[in-house]
């Protein structure tokens, strides 16, 4: 079973810099995505970011422009940098590692952006 390992969260405030890690059990250079979720309290979970095995990316409207994501297959390690960060960006992110036949997810990390 593949175990995903969320690291970086945290409290900061508005305006603010966190960088989330996701590493994962197995090789990441054959995943075919890599992708970011987040859930709020009271809402679904929602997409945030991707990142294809060719390095091609998309992201939600939402974080566009404030939030990087980005891969290291040497490491087994996806990552998300979070710029200019707002309260409504409080959620648990999740990591997800979609191999087309099999969808795995982190444990979750709570991101909190004071006011």
């Known amino acids: 079973q593949v175990q995903l390992v969320e690291s970086g969260g945290g409290l900061v405030q508005a305006g603010g810099s966190l960088r989330l890690s996701c590493v994962a059990s197995?090789?990441?250079?054959?995943?075919?995505?890599m992708r970011w979720y987040r859930q709020a309290p009271g809402k679904q979970r929602e997409f945030v970011a991707s990142?294809?095995?060719?390095?091609?990316?998309a992201y939600a409207d939402s974080v566009k422009g404030r939030f990087t994501i980005s891969r290291d297959n040497a490491k087994n390690t996806l990552y998300l940098q979070m710029s200019s960060l707002k309260p409504e960006d409080t959620a648990v992110y999740f990591c997800?590692?979609?191999?087309?036949?099999?969808?795995?997810w982190g444990q979750g990390i709570q991101v909190t952006v004071s006011s």
């Open positions: 197995i090789s990441t250079s054959s995943i075919n995505y």
């Open positions: 990142m294809g095995r060719i390095g091609n990316t």
């Open positions: 997800n590692l979609d191999r087309g036949w099999r969808n795995d």
